[in-house]
């Protein structure tokens, strides 16, 4: 599958009209019909807005299921700067082994 059938694709399940998505993107529509139409990729420089505007990871669209682990979730995320995510992750780089122990052992705990 090429990387504009797997955009289209995205789009679809996004239920994202050609007009929205290149609203979003700032790339312009005739683009993203000859993308459709004639079977092409976006430019390299695209593809950060792409994944942005779709929600998903460059891998997502650029590879095959590769990088997926058994359990078919990735065996990475991408976090956004700024958000409870990465303060949450930045924080817990701060702490020193005994306590990330504990982090640990209080999110199994919350789990249950």
Avoid: H
């Amino acid at each position: 599958m090429t990387i504009s059938e797997k955009i289209f694709r995205y789009m679809d399940a996004a239920e994202m009209l050609q007009i929205d998505f290149a609203r979003k993107t700032g790339i312009s529509q005739s683009t993203i019909s000859d993308w459709k139409r004639k079977k092409t990729n976006p430019a390299a420089d695209k593809i950060s807005v792409i994944c942005n505007t779709l929600g998903i990871t460059p891998n997502d669209l650029l590879c095959d299921n590769e990088n997926k682990t058994q359990d078919n979730e990735r065996d990475y995320i991408i976090i956004k700067e700024g958000s409870e995510k990465y303060r949450l992750l930045t924080e817990f780089e701060c702490l020193d082994l005994r306590k990330k122990e504990r982090l640990m052992g209080y999110l199994e705990a919350l789990k249950k």
